[in-house]
Each structure stands twice: as C-alpha cells, then as structure tokens.
C-alpha cells in the first residue's frame, strides 16, 4: 500500500511558475513508476507527465512538454512536478499517482494508488 500527499499548488498569474511534491508513504518508493494527472473542472482527467522508478525515463502530454519538468528523489520519496511559463488553460486539480511496475504510463487506468489532489490556479 502507498499514501501519496500532493502539495504545492496556489494561485499564480500566467507566465508564473510552481513546484507541485507529492510525498509518498512506504519503504518501496523506488519500486513504482510516478504520474501526474490533472482535472479541470467539467473535463476529464488527463495525463500530464510520469517518471520510471529509478528517475531515467520521462513522458510528457505535447501540452506541457517544454515547460513542465517531472522529477524524483528516492532517498525521500517524493515525486515533483516543476511547472513553468503557466497558462490559464494550466488551471486544474493536479494529482499524482503511483504505478506498481518500474515502466511508466501515461493510463491512468494502470495507475494503483492516488493522491487527493492540489489545486493550481493560473489567472491571466
């Protein structure tokens, strides 16, 4: 079983930046490949970046790519996610979640256990 914790999130004007952690719980961290996910409001939720086990392989959506940095420290089982150049359209509920195999996906479905979420607000 892995608890993971989002924070981070915040209310910032377009062009800004923010750094999303997601703090997971469990000595096996760096077993597990890491996703972020994010929700606007009356869409679906949608991939944005994920992280194999050992930090080596990275996806991103075309959406974010070039902007938007995944990375990870074993050593204290966090996952973060560097968000920069933030748009409006970046406006979402960010979650990260945590997929039981060292490969990443961009599926949520494949995804095992979520955070609660954090909310990020881009005003323009």
């Known amino acids: 079983q892995v608890q993971l914790v989002e924070s981070g999130g915040g209310l910032v004007q377009a062009g800004g930046s923010l750094r999303l952690s997601c703090a997971a719980s469990g000595r096996t961290f760096s077993n597990y490949a890491m996703g972020w996910f994010r929700q606007a409001p009356g869409k679906e939720r949608e991939f944005v970046a994920a992280?194999?086990?050992?930090?080596?392989?990275?996806y991103y959506a075309d959406s974010v790519k070039g902007r938007f940095t995944i990375s990870r420290d074993n050593a204290r089982n966090t996952v973060y996610l560097n968000l920069n150049s933030l748009k409006p359209e970046d406006t979402a509920v960010y979650y990260c979640a945590a997929h039981r195999t060292r490969i990443p996906t961009t599926n949520s479905l494949f995804y095992d256990f979520w955070g609660q979420g954090t909310q990020v607000t881009v005003s323009s």
């Open positions: 992280i194999n086990s050992n930090g080596g392989l990275t």
